[in-house]
């Protein structure tokens, strides 16, 4: 049938280039933020990110590219919008034909989401009369003109939905904490990756496009690589403890998707993030300078996992596997660890035994041992005390040299 109808002119080709999802978590902490912006302003942070994010899609044409804001109470999307709403039936309009026509649920661009009068204001449908129609419609001409449209929506899109973000914080909520729900961010991030990557294989990708080692899954496909996925973590937080629990999941979840997760961390210093990159084989970099912040991005977390087989990546040589007690939130040196008979890993770690030794957890009994007693005082060997020398032989009191003491002859 193949030769009849011809349909392999839409068959993928071998050679042709994997996709590649990016994913960004950008650590909106406002706490954060201030105490860097004598260095780094958000807005500068920003301007570099979307070049870089310019640069992720000029590489392919069917690159990807997803931004989650981690702010201080909540896990945002910047790009690409949520649907704001699902039509109802009130909003549905019959023509005359009886057909029906469905509303767009997700939102357009905030270029051309301006109403004047009813209609959106744009370059085909503003007033030729009204002045602000006319410089509005020079504006979006000259940026048009100037510009990548693919970039520009991204961009638009993603400073209308921070600058959202930014307005909705209240006092309240910058009083309430003053770190970041990077837990919550990377579980968006997992679950639109999951999402994209089973439409990709619906529309006749590959899967296992994560793993290098795996090719496709039918014999036409066989070698041919398949839409690659990764996230990348923009942070200035400080310690995470307190979502210790969530965030080894993520991990774990990512590890077993094959999922790498690049750390930049631009400042701040956590032990998690470390154990992230280490467990998902991600870049991990603490910039030493964050004003070169596009140059780090640009050498180090640019190459997707096909690229970063043909260099030489940074890594990290010391990492942090401490763990944070699930009673205290607290990065603990030495802990105790409940570990249920029928499985392999830790579950639960104390920094100190709880009250009966039972798991608050698991309601499994700690075996302490001989933990809590008194150590058992050994006595203290007593030192023999040397005997004077004896036959004829003294020590010498300036020297210390033995002399002989014989018998005095005559005289």
């Known amino acids: 049938m193949n030769e009849v109808d011809g ?67 909540r896990a945002q999307w910047l790009y690409p919008s949520p649907p704001t709403s699902v039509p109802s039936r009130n909003n549905v309009v019959a023509n005359g034909t009886g057909d029906v026509q469905m509303e767009n649920g997700l939102p357009e661009p905030s270029a051309t989401r301006r109403k004047m009068g009813g209609r959106a204001v744009g370059p085909g449908n503003t007033p030729a009369g009204s002045p602000a129609g006319q410089n509005l419609h020079s504006t979006i001409t000259a940026d048009d003109a100037n510009k990548y449209r693919p970039f520009r929506l991204i961009e638009d899109e993603v400073m209308t939905n921070l600058r959202a973000l930014i307005d909705s914080t209240t006092e309240s909520d910058l009083q309430g904490t003053s770190t970041t729900m990077m837990a ?147 990065v603990v040196d030495i802990g105790f660890v409940v570990r249920p008979a029928d499985l392999d890993i830790a579950l639960v770690v104390f920094c100190t035994p709880p009250e009966g030794a039972i798991c608050l957890t698991c309601g499994t009994h700690l075996q302490l041992g001989d933990y809590g007693a008194k150590p058992a005082v050994v006595p203290r060997a007593k030192k023999k005390k040397r005997r004077a020398p004896t036959g004829g032989v003294r020590l010498d009191s300036v020297g210390g040299t033995p002399t002989s003491m014989g018998t005095p002859g005559p005289e």
């Open 7 to 73: 349909s392999e002119h839409y068959e993928r080709h071998s050679d042709e280039p994997p996709p590649s999802l990016l994913t960004i978590v950008l650590d909106t902490n406002p706490h954060a933020w201030s105490l860097l912006s004598p260095t780094l302003p958000l807005s500068k942070a920003i301007a570099t990110i979307l070049v870089f994010i310019n640069a992720h899609l000029a590489f392919n044409y069917a690159n990807k590219v997803a931004v989650v804001a981690s702010h201080c109470q």
């Open 184 to 330: 919550g961010a990377l579980t968006l991030a997992l679950t639109y990756i999951n999402r994209e990557t089973q439409a990709y294989e619906e529309s006749g990708g590959v899967s296992g496009g994560n793993d290098p080692g795996v090719a496709g899954g039918s014999d036409d496909t066989e070698g041919k690589p398949g839409m690659q996925s990764r996230i990348l973590v923009l942070s200035v937080s400080g310690d995470l403890a307190f979502q210790y629990i969530p965030i080894m999941n993520c991990i774990f979840a990512a590890q077993g998707k094959k999922i790498p997760i690049d750390i930049c961390k631009i400042a701040g210093d956590t032990v998690f993030l470390q154990q992230a990159s280490d467990a998902t084989r991600g870049v991990y970099m603490h910039l030493q300078d964050p004003r070169g912040l596009l140059q780090y991005l640009m050498l180090a977390f640019l190459p997707d996992q096909t690229s970063r087989r043909h260099l030489i990546m940074p890594s990290q040589v010391n990492v942090d596997f401490r763990a944070a007690c699930f009673c205290h939130k607290l």
